[in-house]
DNA sequence: TTAAAATTAAGTAAAAATACTTAGTTTTGT
DNA sequence: ACAAAACTAAGTATTTTTACTTAATTTTAA
């Protein structure tokens, strides 16, 4: 009965009715849950704590990557696989930096998706053998844009911002209303509201507008 | 043992291993043998005379419609079922024009996957509900060129914005408010707010992140 | 020249955001 | 370990926005 419980979040019922299957097939597997977008992953999980969460990184509402970072931010018990059923390199390098535990690529077989699982859920990490090439030609390019930053003249602000306040500055300039940052971070509204608050006071603004072209100008993010 | 031959045809492994799960489940359906593109479908058919193929639209070497087209043209006792991961509405009619005996679209459950197989395999056809839409929608658009003319009461489009609503999009995506739009374009604050609703209205957003998204998706600035 | 479409804007109830304050908890730095 | 800082979130009053509807003008196209 101490299996490992696992949460699919795929927006294909397809897919993920067919993981299920593959993985019910195995002992000591538990499919615990599932949701169809990055939003109801979060939600599932607030309820169904998982040991791995198993989700694929294009999804309505939420992407698997901003769920993968959410998880992360908020659980430091819940491991995270990354599926990507499309041939998206770009999106492997931001998924490790999320926190990922492991990424496997479309081609991945039943054996190999059955060992990272397994890999993850003890503690390991997997990552493609296609992964690695990405990321070492992510890591050259990475590594000068990095550089580059240190030269440009950045303004210098007179306050600075607390770490939650960047992470919701951050959400802010995505346009996310209070609401949907509170739920993306487990909050209640009213603290997504203050932190907000906050922000508009230190950097002097009264309106989204100002707020982003401030935030810009001084590369808070 | 005269249960219903499966070929599946999908160049993602974990789908194909997990459809294959989902389906060895069940009494009644062998999974006889696999393909990962569209020309090795064509192969595996000629030796593994399947009941039914099931066929995934995007593949590499030869598409999912290809390969229908040709068991149509070469096999009258070999069913298929396309199955649309991703949202491929552009492919619906030419794959019904293929000769296709089903279609499901990605957010087809389990239930209604397999009542799709069991009712191919005996002869019938199967299309998921959301297809039939797009069929009409398709046929409507195909015929409007000559038949709408004479009906008066032709619904709106999905969205066509007007001069104005575009301007006000505009000024809504640079992230000004309605009292700030208002006294841009000299009208009362009311009326911008009237415009933004009807924007809202017509993309079938609801807050200002999917509106940016939406008009950045469709272009409408 | 008309009818249809577009633009304008007020009215209204409900929902949400703003602008604070207070205050309990947690995290952190020394 | 202890205070400062950060994070949390409630309370409250005020202001805005939302989600409509109705309806008066103005513009546009057949």
Redesign the pocket.
Do not use: P
């Given at each position: 009965m101490n299996g490992i419980k696992v949460v699919l979040a795929d927006d294909h019922a397809l897919v993920r009715d067919g993981i299920k299957a593959l993985l019910e097939d195995q002992a000591g597997i538990d499919v615990i849950a599932e949701a169809s977008d990055g939003k109801e992953a979060l939600q599932v999980i607030k309820t169904n704590k998982p040991d791995v969460l198993i989700v694929d990184i294009r999804m309505p509402e939420m992407n698997g990557i901003e769920v993968v970072k959410n998880i992360t931010a908020n659980y430091n018990d819940i491991k995270t696989l990354v599926l990507s059923m499309h041939d998206s390199e770009e999106y492997v390098v931001q998924s490790i930096q999320s926190g990922a535990d492991g990424y496997l690529l479309k081609g991945a077989s039943k054996e190999e998706f059955l060992k990272a699982l397994n890999k993850i859920a003890s503690g390991g990490k997997y990552f493609t053998g296609d992964v690695s090439a990405i990321i070492m030609n992510n890591f050259v390019n990475g590594a000068s844009a990095a550089s580059l930053k240190q030269n440009a003249e950045v303004k210098q602000l007179p306050f600075k911002l607390?770490?939650?306040?960047k992470q919701i500055l951050g959400l802010v300039l995505e346009l996310k209303?209070?609401?949907d940052i509170a739920e993306e971070?487990n909050?209640?509204?009213?603290?997504a509201?203050?932190?907000?608050?906050n922000l508009?006071k230190k950097l002097e603004v009264?309106n989204l507008k100002e707020l982003t072209e401030k935030a810009k100008a001084y590369q808070l993010v």
């Open positions: 607390t770490k939650r306040e209303n209070n609401k971070l909050i209640s509204k009213r603290t509201e203050v932190h907000r608050f508009m009264s």
